[in-house]
Each structure stands twice: as C-alpha cells, then as structure tokens.
C-alpha cells in the first residue's frame, strides 16, 4: 500500500519549502497524469484532505475485491476525507462485513446521524464488545449500546467475561461505567467476580476490571477486593492492586501498602507499592513507621521514603544506616542511592526544558528517561513526563510513553 515513488519528491519538495498549503495540489496534478491508481495514491488523497477525490475513491471501491488493500485504503480514505454523503455511507457500511473496524472507524469520523446508525445497525446483528464501546460516546447511540453491552456482560459464560471486562473498563470513563452498571443482576455479578478465585481460566487484568466496575456502585467493597488480591501471594497481576487501592481510597490505601511493603516478598509488587504511594503525600506515617519497635515497619518506610518529598527523605534515610536489623540499613542505602538519581534526572530535566537544539534535546531526552523515575507499572505518568510532552507533538509522547513502559518493566525485574 506504499506510495508511488513519483510523489514522494514533490512532497518532500513542498514540506522543505513550507508549502503544505500546495501539497495536496501538487498531489492531484502527479495523479492526474496517471492512467489508475494504487492503493498508496488513495490513501494520500485521502490524507491530504483532496475532498475532490471523494468519487474518485467511491468508485475505486465499488469495484475492488472486499479483500485487497485498494478496498481498505478506499475506507481509510473515505473516513480522512469524512465524506458524509449517502452513498460514502452506504458504501462503508458495506464494508463493516470485512473491515469492521476500519469501516467503523471512518463512519466514525463522519459522525452524522446516518454514519452512526449504519454501525448500529451492524452491531445489532454482530454484537461484539470491541466494537460496540465507541458507540458509547455518542449521544444518539448511547441508549441502545449501554442495553447490548449490559445484555452481553449479563449472559456471557465467565471466561468471556474475564475476555471482556479489561476492554470494557480500558475504553470507558467512570460515568459511563457507572450507567453501565446500574443494572442489578450486573452488580451482583461484579461482586462475584471481584472476590471469585482465579484457577485455570485467569484472563490478564480481569480481576482488577473486575474490580474497577465494581467499585462504581460500592466503593467499599471495591477496596475490601483490591486489598485481599494485594495481599494473596498466590493472585496473579499483583501489581495493579497497590494503584487501584489508590484510586478508589487514596486515604485509606497508604496503610495497606505501607503494610505490604514491610512484609512483601516480590520485587515487582515492591515497585508498584513504592509508585503507587509516590503519588500522595504519606511523609507523616512513614516518620512513624522509623521508630516503630517492628523491623518490618522500619523497612516499609525505607523501601518507600525515596518516592516522598526530596528535602526530608534524604535526613532520614541517613539516620536508619545504624539499625540494629541489617536488612533496615541495606535497604536505607539503596534508597539514598535512589534520591542521589532522582536528583540527577531533575538536573538534567531543568537542562531538557531550556534546550534549544534539536540533536541535543533528543539526547537529554533520552538521559531523563534512563534516571528518572518512570512510575508504577498500573500507575499513571509521573509529573516529569507529563511536563516534558506538554504540548509536544503525537509522535514525541508516543515514544516517551512506550520508553516509559519499557523502564517500569526493567525495575520490576531489577529491583
């Protein structure tokens, strides 16, 4: 589906000279010449916004294989150019049969009340929760979508469940959860599976979607199952319960995790305690937890001290390197060694901030991602990446998002 090599030095031509304003005139004047079109020609058209060409590329794609790229490139196109005539409509939904979700996306993009009811009407006869989610954001389909899913989640066996619930709860907001949930017979199913052993037919993060959902219509309850996953040894995804805790009871989760942290044995779950209560200011229980008669009480405050203010941590930490119990002073240590690197990352963000060559921006860029601390593995972005990709282009906070990702995954491991 690539793009004509023809074009390509015109386009780039026009970029060097600032004439983006041309480009897509220049592009219909290279393709005019051109007896039929690529796959790549339709989708530059479709990219450029060239709303000239929008019967051009109907009639490319009534006569393309359902199959071939020119059809997907067709729909992509269509969807671009958000070109909301009838049959662009018609056409698409078409499509929705061997594209779902591309065709689904471009009636999207068109977003008139003939685009959204030519995917609702699909999703009637294929209701699929995938595909169905989107519909949730617009008011004119909003309705009928909250019944199929409440009907699909109601009735599915519980290994579908555990398939579905991560989707349901990755791609909604709260208030939308919360409407979603209303439903009686879905709460007391939420309740089950919250607290539900895993066995054999464990879905990655079902549990913790579980719980999520249920935590829209019974906080407490949410919190009770957060708590007793974070505390069983033998829970699979350990790691997102310290977060969840937090976003369901930020007060009440700094003593759980301060407990666990005392008595935890996996390092993963160690760095998603520690990122979880970085988010909050617990500087007053940890002072506590140094003085208790309990090692492990006097440990939990090490392991979490250097995710807490800078201007104490540092004293204090100091003063735990003569405990009587030795594992207390190592892990003390390792933290004045971890505040000695946050240090480093904040210089070498105040450099990035004011940095004005490319080369060497991308190169401080990559030396804050080695030394700053990237957050827990379930937690959201720490202030520094925020700060670093506010405003920045799509492509500059993709890549910090993905270098993000990958940090957490090495910490957990090396921790």
């Given at each position: 589906m690539g793009i004509p090599q023809d074009i390509i030095p015109a386009v780039i031509e026009a970029r060097r000279e600032g004439k983006l304003a041309d480009l897509s005139h220049i592009v219909?004047?290279?393709?005019?010449?051109?007896?039929?079109?690529f796959s790549g020609d339709i989708m530059l058209l479709g990219l450029l916004g060239v709303k000239e060409s929008a019967e051009q590329i109907q009639r490319a794609l009534e006569e393309a294989a359902p199959d071939s790229e020119m059809a997907i490139a067709c729909v992509l196109a269509l969807g671009y150019l958000e070109h909301d005539d009838e049959k662009s409509i018609l056409l698409l939904a078409q499509q929705l049969?061997?594209?779902?979700?591309?065709?689904?996306?471009?009636?999207?993009?068109i977003n008139?009340?003939?685009?959204?009811?030519?995917?609702?009407?699909?999703?009637?006869?294929?209701?699929?929760?995938e595909y169905i989610l989107p519909l949730l954001s617009h008011n004119e389909t909003k309705h009928d979508v909250l019944g199929l899913i409440q009907e699909l989640l109601r009735e599915c066996r519980v290994f579908d469940?555990?398939?579905?619930?991560?989707?349901?709860?990755?791609?909604?907001?709260?208030?939308?959860?919360a409407d979603i949930y209303e439903d009686?017979?879905?709460?007391?199913?939420?309740?089950?599976e919250a607290f539900r052993d895993e066995g054999s037919?464990?879905?990655?993060?079902?549990k913790a979607a579980a719980i999520r959902c249920l935590a829209t219509f019974d906080n407490p309850m949410a919190f009770l199952a957060a708590k007793t996953a974070l505390r069983n040894e033998n829970a699979h995804d350990r790691t997102h319960y310290a977060q969840l805790l937090m976003d369901i009871d930020k007060v009440g989760?700094?003593?759980?995790?301060?407990?666990?942290?005392?008595?935890?044995?996996?390092?993963?779950?160690?760095?998603?305690?520690?990122?979880?209560?970085?988010?909050?200011?617990a500087m007053g229980q940890l002072k506590k937890c140094l003085y208790a008669t309990d090692a492990k009480a006097r440990l939990a405050a090490c392991r979490l001290l250097p995710w807490q203010e800078m201007n104490q941590a540092p004293v204090l930490l100091?003063?735990?390197?003569?405990?009587?119990?030795?594992?207390?002073?190592?892990?003390?240590?390792?933290?004045?060694?971890?505040?000695?690197?946050?240090?480093?990352?904040?210089?070498?963000?105040a450099a990035l901030s004011v940095e004005s060559d490319k080369d060497r921006w991308w190169i401080l860029l990559d030396s804050v991602i080695a030394m700053a601390d990237p957050g827990g593995e379930h937690g959201p972005w720490p202030q520094w990446a925020r700060d670093v990709c506010d405003n920045k282009p799509y492509l500059i906070r993709q890549y910090v998002g993905e270098q993000i990702k990958r940090r957490r995954k090495e910490l957990a491991k090396n921790k």
């Open positions: 219909v004047e290279k393709l005019a010449k051109k007896a039929s079109l049969v061997h594209h779902r979700f591309a065709a689904s996306n471009a009636l999207f993009r008139t009340s003939a685009a959204l009811q030519a995917v609702m009407a699909y999703t009637r006869e294929h209701p699929e929760v469940l555990r398939m579905k619930l991560p989707l349901v709860v990755s791609a909604t907001d709260k208030a939308i959860l009686c017979s879905l709460q007391e199913r939420m309740r089950k037919s464990w879905v990655v993060g079902s989760a700094i003593s759980v995790i301060i407990e666990q942290a005392g008595k935890e044995k996996s390092q993963e779950v160690h760095r998603s305690l520690c990122g979880a209560l970085g988010q909050t200011d100091h003063g735990m390197l003569d405990d009587p119990c030795e594992e207390v002073t190592q892990i003390a240590g390792r933290g004045l060694e971890q505040l000695s690197q946050r240090k480093q990352a904040d210089a070498l963000l």
